[in-house]
């Protein structure tokens, strides 16, 4: 139902597309909460990007015989019925349902009650495609064989005339020399209205010109529905004003007047110097320097030496000074300790040999 709303807004509306991704989420939110119970989807709507849209990414086609690997129906080979795009999901003969409730004016053909049992979609990694292998024996007898394959790989293409297009050898993963052949598509009936093909593809009209048409002048215009509200809303490309003025630049009227002063500005400005002249520099210098020199708040006197260029010059001179005397006296220290420790040795060493002599 989402898609079909984004669909109709294409032709009708704004393209949602355009939107950024909390744009897109907020309009979508709000549409699943004005539609009725039973046209809202279990899972939302997959991004454009993520939608499958080639036969290898959905390894199975509508037709295909398939064996559920998961689920109520675990087991059971089925065929693929249709495809659900918007959420990359299969909907099988054989599934799950569910109990919805659907309004009278969608009713379906020989519906008689409100409620209905709707099949669930089932992913495609939830199946297994099912083939059947002929094989003939030496006696010229075929034996058919039921095979489901695990995987099917994709390697080689060929032109398929049912389909219209280039199809890719389905391949069985492991075994690749066994080919899974795509299930024919049901022929489409026509009726009394309808063109054969062969008619629809003759050609008809050669142009004569690349620059000139045939067609008469305003036949697009005709074509339009008179009362439309503006004729050329789907085709026609618009350049906003905010557009406008970033192609445009802006062209403002100067008066004479205007123009001579802004010309005398430029000259007064390129009068004035860009650095200070010597003269200046030293008129600057010497008055800060008298009124540095007529301070008398030692306070203040210490704080100006401490900001001073070369104080921190001085600063690195004193820890310097401090370091060398800390290290002498370090040194010193050393010297002491190794003296005492040396005389301390020598009284020990001479009161061992008094003692030693006068036991004797």
Known sequence: MLSSLRDATKRYGANIDRFPEGTKKMLFKFAAMT???????????????????????????IGDRVLITKGRFKGHVTKVLAFHRSTN???????????????????????????????????????????TMVEIGKDGVEKRTEIAADDVVFKGMYWDADYGKMMPYRRVKYHENIIIPWPRPEPVEDDAFATSKEESEERTYIPNSIVRTDSP???????????????????????????EKRLTPPEMPISAAKRAGMEERQKINESIPKKPTAETVNLVGSRVAALLNGVTDANFAAWVNSVAPDSELKNLEKKEREKKILAEKTREAHQRNIIRHRVITKYKNQGRR???STIL
């Open 35 to 61: 539609q009725i119970p039973a046209f809202r989807s279990d899972k939302g709507e997959l991004p454009k990007e993520r939608m499958f849209t080639r036969p290898e990414q959905w390894k199975v086609e």
């Open 89 to 131: 999901e299969l909907f099988v003969e054989q599934s799950e349902t569910k109990k919805m409730v659907i309004p009278k004016q969608y009713w379906q053909a020989g519906q008689q009650s409100h409620v209905i049992n709707y099949p669930k979609p089932i992913s495609p990694r939830d199946v297994k495609v099912v083939s």
């Open 217 to 243: 002048p305003g036949i697009v215009e005709s074509m339009r529905s008179p009362i439309m509200r503006r004729k050329y809303k789907w085709d026609k490309q618009v350049i906003s004003r905010s557009d």
């Open 354 to 356: 008094w003692r030693s």
